[in-house]
């Protein structure tokens, strides 16, 4: 019989410009039943992405960049908060914009995703960024 202690699949092993995907969805986020309540969703919290310090200087981030994080689906940008956090970890809002990170990245929590800055706005994207 399978041991229940022993993980289904091997740990992610993320290497440089990699990170495994970490998050949950927020209290106030944008979920359906708080469609119309514009009160009550002016108290959400703002969506961040979250790095060690370790992590953010390897990728070339610093606290307030946008961090790029893409999964094989998409790009979600979001400001980056140094936080107290294992190396090699992105944590984000999972329903905090666009469609969802799931659905935005086609990355799901415990999976590996590339993380990096951000594109300026109206930089030239490189051949090896464009995903069919």
Excluded: C, F, Y
Aim: proline share 11%; glycine share 12%.
């Amino acid at each position: 019989a399978d041991d229940p202690r022993e993980p289904a699949q091997p740990l992610p092993r993320p290497g440089d410009g990699e990170a495994v995907l970490a998050g949950h969805r927020m209290l106030l986020d944008l979920g359906r039943l708080q469609e119309g309540d514009t009160a009550l969703a002016g108290t959400r919290h703002a969506a961040l992405a979250r790095l060690s310090a370790t992590t953010a200087a390897e990728t070339g981030v610093k606290d307030g960049d946008l961090l790029a994080v893409t999964g094989p689906a998409g790009t979600v940008e979001l400001p980056l908060q140094v936080t107290d956090m294992p190396d090699r970890v992105v944590w984000v809002p999972l329903n905090s914009v666009g469609r969802g990170i799931s659905a935005d990245t086609g990355a799901n929590p415990g999976g590996l995703v590339r993380i990096g800055p951000a594109a300026a706005p109206g930089a030239p994207v490189e051949p090896s960024e464009v995903r069919a």
